[in-house]
């Protein structure tokens, strides 16, 4: 099976097969081979679920927190891995659909605590640049702008608790 994913404004093609106890996994022609340690609950989320998961990458052993969600008719993964939050969004190109590049909205992708919060209103960001630091589950994720432009409004206030879903930072793209 073949899905593109976008992030950012690269689309990613992601191929997995069955391997023996695992998967056979391709993320642009680079092999890996995943197999599933342990699944965690799996939470209901506002357009969406949420589940912990622990994999086999390579040999070595991963934690991660997986989120699907449908916001604005787009579905998206957000994926915490490694102290980092990266949100893709599946990419439809078969049937000639345009899903957008990234998001000017920065959700939170999972309950948590907001440890930081790294702009302002007013704000110029670039794409990639931390605007938040989330702590979940007792590790630390720095989300980032999706898109380039001018921070809108600011809702992450430091110390507060968050639900996923929750809109954090909303940007106004450059062009507008």
């Known amino acids: 099976m073949e899905t593109r994913l976008r992030l950012g404004n690269r689309t990613l093609r992601v191929s997995v097969a069955p391997d023996g106890d695992g998967f056979a996994v391709a993320v642009d022609e680079a092999g890996h081979a ?3 340690i342990a699944t965690g609950p799996r939470s209901a989320l506002t357009g969406g679920t949420s589940e912990e998961v622990t994999l ?3 040999g070595r052993p991963t934690r ?4 699907h969600v449908r916001e604005r008719g787009t579905q998206r993964v957000l994926v915490a891995l490694r102290g980092r939050v990266y949100a893709f969004e599946i990419a439809d190109e078969a049937r000639g659909e345009h899903v957008a590049v990234g998001s000017g909205t920065v959700t939170a992708p999972m309950p948590g605590k ?3 919060v790294l ?3 007013g704000d110029v960001v670039a794409a990639g640049q931390p605007l938040v630091v989330l ?3 007792k590790m630390e994720s720095t989300l980032a702008a999706e898109i380039p432009g001018r ?3 600011v809702a992450a206030v430091a110390g507060a608790t968050v639900t996923a879903g929750d809109v954090l930072v909303e940007i106004a793209p450059a062009a507008e």
Do not use: Q, S, Y
């Open 56 to 58: 086999d990458i390579d």
């Open 114 to 116: 907001i440890v930081a």
């Open 135 to 137: 702590e979940a589950m």
């Open 64 to 67: 991660a927190v997986v989120a």
């Open 151 to 153: 921070v809108r409004t």
């Open 119 to 121: 702009v302002a209103v």
């Open 34 to 36: 995943v197999r599933r």
